[in-house]
């Protein structure tokens, strides 16, 4: 019987045996260990508690243990926690199917559910592939996507991500090659540049004949480098892909469920990919699950002659986390999302804009619920991270982006506190470089 430890001991224990995200085990980074969150607050074991301005990677956007969520799961629990989906079916997969159809762009109503966002993305890539090879067209096999993006961490989704920042160089022979675009030039305004679309037109002449279809994070791209571009591009490429015979796959892992402004970041402009991926706050940040969510012509192209989909994961639509995506999608559908969003960006706006005089600040923008404080150069994330617990604020930077995704529940002045804590940071930061 493993005894009962106390915390400083979980610390130690959770250095020896635990991987977390993207860290070394041999110089393991500090870890805060977790005692309680509710609604926007995160507390630790020592007492303090923490502003959430993450989300839990753009996930947790109703706040920690919500009443609702909470008490769907419950009740679902004592029901059936979860059955095969090959064979078997149930209503928190059947209604979460028939919402995604109704709110997500026209056409799309088709829905696969897997347990990540990762996964979800390899079920549209496997999609096009065998769309494509269905139509008669099996040499259809790559992918065009944009650099700078984000796709996940399995072998298919990274070949899709940056082939810079993107882990290429170390997986170099074990991953597909696929064919890259320049990212969208950025500016949610800025008018639309038609030598960049004459480039990404070349690169499709080039190669479609090969290609299957265009990824790409629509409107922001989060992970790889949290740039917000204009959503012209988008019904621009839409044109090419009809042109080409190319899918359009669009991700919206991280833009889904409101973060943008919209529910999807593909509102922001008039057309419908044929494929679209959903995960992090498909569920409120609760559980685990994605959707890759297609159209007929994909679902019907892939069934034609007998043909069947090729894949099925073992907890496909598990109930329990389908019970947590309907009760977060009601809660959603509750109240004006729009506007309330709105209030969170201008409040962003307005909490980050003096980051703008610090020597060490390269940019501030802001999009719905979405604030990024671009840095000249990039953060010491061991240094850094203590300075915002301090602070009394759950924020998590990357590279040279210190950024702020809050639940959609904090409070303005919350907002204020997190932009004050950002400012007081990237202004010591500052302070230590120079000396
Ligand atoms: C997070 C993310 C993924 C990967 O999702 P996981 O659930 O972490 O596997 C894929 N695409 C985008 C845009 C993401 O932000």
């Known amino acids: 019987m493993p005894q009962q430890h106390t915390d400083e001991a979980l610390i130690q224990l959770d250095k ?74 149930h209503e928190p997969a059947i209604k979460l199917a028939e919402k995604l159809s109704d709110i997500t762009p026209h056409g799309l109503s088709r829905v696969f559910f897997s347990d990540s966002g990762s996964v979800s993305v390899e079920v549209a890539l496997k999609m096009a592939i065998q769309y494509w090879h269905s139509s008669g067209r099996p040499n259809k096999k790559k992918f065009i996507t944009p650099r700078n993006g984000y796709h996940g961490d399995t072998f298919a989704a990274m070949s899709v991500c940056d082939p810079i920042n993107g882990m290429h160089g170390l997986f170099e022979g074990a991953l597909t090659k696929q064919h890259f675009i320049p990212s969208p030039p950025t500016g949610i305004n800025t008018p639309v540049d038609e030598d960049y679309l004459t480039e990404v037109r070349q690169i499709i002449e080039k190669t479609h004949l090969e290609v ?49 402004g919209k ?62 995506a309907n009760a977060s999608l009601s809660l959603l559908s509750s109240y004006d999302l729009t506007s309330r969003i709105q209030t969170i960006e201008s409040k ?15 940019d501030v923008r802001c999009l719905g619920a979405i604030g990024v404080v671009e840095l000249t150069s990039p953060v010491n994330q061991q240094q ?37 804590a950002i400012y007081n940071v990237t202004k010591s930061l ?6």
Request: aromatic share 10%; glycine share 10%; net charge negative.
């Open 384 to 420: 850094i991270q203590p300075l915002f617990v301090e602070q009394g604020v759950w924020v998590r930077p990357f590279g040279k982006l210190i950024y702020l995704m809050p639940p959609y529940i904090i409070s303005n002045e919350d907002l204020e506190t997190l932009g004050n």
């Open 212 to 260: 299957a279809g265009l990824i790409i994070e629509p409107v922001v791209q989060n992970a790889g480098g949290m740039r917000f571009y204009n959503p012209l591009y988008l019904d621009r490429m839409k044109l090419l892909c009809e042109e080409f015979d190319l899918l359009l796959i669009f991700d919206e892992i991280a833009t889904g469920f409101g973060r943008t």
């Open 16 to 89: 020896e045996l635990l991987w977390h995200p993207y860290t070394s085990m041999s110089h393991p980074a500090p870890h805060f260990l977790v005692k309680k969150a509710q609604g926007s607050r995160i507390t630790l074991s020592d007492g303090k508690e923490l502003i959430d301005g993450m989300s839990s990677w753009w996930s947790v956007i109703h706040g920690y243990s919500h009443p609702v969520i909470n008490n769907a799961m419950k009740s679902q629990i004592d029901d059936f926690s979860h059955v095969m989906f090959g064979g078997l079916t």
């Open 430 to 435: 500052a302070y230590n470089t120079k000396n």
């Open 348 to 362: 962003l706006t307005e909490s980050l804009k003096r980051c703008r005089s610090l020597a060490n600040v390269a």
């Open 263 to 324: 529910m999807f970041a593909s509102d922001h402009c008039n057309i419908s990919p044929d494929i679209m991926c959903v995960g992090k706050a498909l569920t409120g940040g609760y559980i685990t699950l994605a959707a890759t969510i297609t159209n007929d012509k994909v679902a019907l192209g892939i069934s034609d002659k007998g043909g069947v989909f090729m894949h099925g994961p073992t907890f496909m639509g598990n109930p329990l986390a389908c019970s947590a």
